[in-house]
């Protein structure tokens, strides 16, 4: 069936969208486990009573491959212990699938992760737009202290697949305040890579 065109305006201020299908909110809460002070993270959702962290509103014309949905995330700024507030971080299920943000407000980083265990940090401020290519981990991380507001677009078939992050006790690299300002990276421990048959089986899956 042929589609019609829809058009949205983004608000950069509010991280709203005109023409939205959905909207959904990550509260503090939802987020237990991907940090490495689970106390800290306990304790401020105790103290700030669970706040939402993003929320994303978006437009999906439906599942059909060779689809686009597109929307917009707004990420409030804060921290738990030393790491900054987070998405919860993804893999697409079809793992081929690619994805495009482009920054409208405050100052991000997109954290990605190859299946073999290679970390990547791009930065993304305003008019930056920035491409995670197929079969990379990426979450976003709001290290300003405003909002973070982002367009993103992806196929839309593409799925999220949260196990592979579990899998491995988190991504390999943590990004953490470094002391006087900004940030750095340090090894996260607990990290178990992926073993090379399942770096090859999810590879070879999209050949
Ligand atoms: O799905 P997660 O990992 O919580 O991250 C949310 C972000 O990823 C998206 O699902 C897009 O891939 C957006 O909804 C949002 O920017
Ligand atoms: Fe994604």
Not at 133 to 150: A, K, Q, T
Not at 153 to 182: C, F, L, T
Request: hydrophobic share 35%.
């Amino acid at each position: 069936m042929l589609r019609e065109p829809v058009t949205s305006v983004v608000s950069p201020e509010t991280g709203g969208m005109s023409g939205n299908t959905g909207r959904y909110e990550k509260r503090l809460s939802d987020l237990a486990g991907l940090y490495e002070d689970a106390a800290a993270h306990q304790a401020l959702v105790e103290k700030l009573a669970d706040p939402v962290v993003y929320d994303v509103e978006d437009f999906r014309p439906g599942n059909h491959s060779g689809d686009l949905i597109y929307g917009v995330t707004r990420m409030n700024p804060g921290r738990v212990g030393r790491e900054f507030f987070l998405t919860r971080g993804h893999i697409h299920a079809k793992a081929d699938r690619p994805e495009i943000y482009y920054g409208q407000k405050g100052h991000g980083l997109m954290q990605l992760e190859s299946p073999d265990g290679e970390t990547r940090i791009v930065e993304i401020g305003p008019q930056t737009i920035c491409y995670v290519p197929p079969f990379w981990i990426h979450r976003s991380i709001n290290v300003g202290d405003e909002d973070l507001v982002m367009v993103f677009a992806y196929p839309s078939d593409s799925g999220q697949d949260y196990g592979i992050i579990e899998a491995s006790n988190g991504m390999r690299h943590r990004v953490v305040a470094k002391d006087g300002g900004g940030w750095a990276l340090i090894d996260n421990p607990a990290y178990k890579p992926r073993r090379p048959e399942t770096v090859v089986a999810l590879m070879k899956q999209y050949a």
